[in-house]
């Protein structure tokens, strides 16, 4: 049983470049979540899907865009990167919307230089 | 302000210690509460939760909660190395899909 899986594990972009990162659970989970992870800053939710075909803004979504692709996949992009979104990001799935116990992927390291 | 504020150690202890984790918040309106383990270079894992006020306890690990002082700790009993970790607390609005995190506090027990 894998969990939640999160590609690539590690990206290196220049200033202005895109990307999407790429998460997909197998536990038929219907709320997936995208969090970044800053040190000494804890956990901030970028995007949540409550559930397929539904997205919502979290706390700090500027400078990303999200797709629900399907029950299993949720995508993040990033437009046009700049250095203040290096960062841990985190994909995170639950049972449903009130569920408190989240899983998490293992997480992709991302450097804007 | 923070709506969670966690300590922000590092916390470093000898094995076998009992090690104090808390956080404090600001919104009464919270009722879920949890804690999460997070390991190097891992993502977090659901430790242990708690709904409203009380203590819950699994093992060696104990969640306390005190809705009265908007408080929360978690205790560790005969810490082990391996709990050697970044502890991050965790709270919900019942019903609300979005957690809210505090900032992590890392510990190291040293064997």
């Known amino acids: 049983n894998a969990g939640v899986t999160q590609t690539p594990k590690f990206q290196v972009l220049k200033t202005g470049q895109s990307m999407t990162l790429q998460c997909a659970q197998d536990?038929?989970?219907?709320?997936m979540y995208w969090y970044r992870q800053d040190p000494g800053m804890g956990l901030r939710l970028i995007y949540y899907?409550?559930?397929?075909?539904?997205?919502d803004k979290g706390e700090v979504p500027n400078g990303y865009n999200v797709s629900r692709l399907n029950k299993r996949e949720f995508s993040l992009r990033l437009e046009s990167a700049a250095p203040s979104q290096t960062s841990v990001y985190f994909c995170a799935s639950t049972e449903a919307q009130g569920n408190e116990k989240l899983f998490f992927g293992s997480g992709t390291q991302l450097s804007v230089l | 302000q923070k709506e969670v504020e966690q300590d922000p150690g590092p916390l470093s202890v000898p094995e076998g210690a009992i090690v104090s984790l808390n956080c404090t918040y600001s919104n009464s309106a919270f009722q879920y509460f949890m804690w999460y383990r997070q390991y190097s270079r891992k993502g977090p894992e659901l430790l242990m939760y708690t709904y409203s006020s009380g203590n819950k306890e699994d093992g060696r690990f104990t969640a306390q909660v005190d809705k009265s002082s908007k408080y929360i700790s978690l205790f560790i009993r005969d810490s082990q190395p391996s709990d050697s970790a970044t502890y991050l607390c965790a709270m919900r609005f019942t019903n609300a899909g979005k957690s809210t995190f505090g900032d992590g506090t890392t510990l190291t027990v040293k064997p």
């Open positions: 536990m038929n989970h219907n709320s």
């Open positions: 899907s409550a559930s397929e075909g539904t997205t």
